[in-house]
């Protein structure tokens, strides 16, 4: 006689064999996410908790976008679960880091846009993220240096250019998010962009770009598009 526990087990070995043989693509979102659970929930149905887990925050890349604190509020979700999303989510950023890090060159803002969104798309205030460029492109050095209001971060040119002198870099890409959710630049942002361009020119550093962020979305000032 078949139990629940043996139906349920059956199902979770289907679910990693078809991942095994055909990928993420051959999973719905809800699908996907059920599987992953079952890492963290070993001993309970997790469909239901990966359907609501996405009903509620609107997509799968939302749900690892969420603190702690909101994930526990689905009915299922306890702490080692918490902890284990946020683990996944931190796995992920590191991944990211290292793929720009040990990246050839960085030729175009889709090179490093989903980088510099997970770091800073889900920042309740703005904040300015520099990334520092060797002669080959390469990434040598970056950091968030100023977290301001929800809609203005500080901006301190000599400073960067200081980094920017002590990493030996010859190029620099600004990024920065917009909690509102809408990446247009602003007017101030088409600005401290010009300020950094002519005082950067001065020392043969180039800025190539100045990326806006949100959680879903990017804008290029070099290229004046959405990414």
Request: glycine residues 4%; charged residues 25%; contains cysteine.
């Amino acid at each position: 006689m078949t139990t629940e526990k043996d139906h349920r087990h059956g199902h979770r070995e289907r679910l990693r064999q078809r991942l095994l043989k055909a990928g993420r693509q051959a999973f719905a979102d809800y699908e996907l996410l059920e599987l992953l659970l079952t890492y963290a929930i070993p001993r309970k149905d997790t469909k239901p908790i990966a359907k609501k887990l996405l009903s509620q925050f609107g997509s799968f890349a939302a749900v690892f976008d969420q603190p702690r604190e909101r994930l526990s509020e689905i009915e299922g979700v306890g702490p080692q679960t918490c902890t284990f999303l946020f683990a996944i989510r931190e796995f992920m950023v590191r991944y990211l880091e290292q793929e720009v890090e040990y990246a050839k060159a960085i030729s175009s803002p889709e090179d490093i846009v989903e980088f510099v969104r997970t770091h800073l798309g889900l920042a309740p205030r703005e904040c300015l993220m520099i990334l520092y460029l060797n002669d080959a492109n390469r990434l040598a050095y970056h950091n968030t240096i100023t977290e301001g209001t929800v809609d203005r971060a500080p901006f301190y040119p000599r400073e960067i250019l200081k980094t920017a002198f002590l990493r030996d870099a010859t190029g620099l890409i600004m990024a920065h998010n917009h909690p509102s959710g809408d990446p247009i630049p602003s007017e101030n942002d088409h600005k401290i962009t010009r300020q950094l361009e002519k005082l950067a020119s001065e020392f043969n550093i180039k800025v190539h770009d100045h990326l806006i962020v949100t959680p879903h979305k990017a804008f290029s000032l070099k290229t004046g598009r959405l990414l």
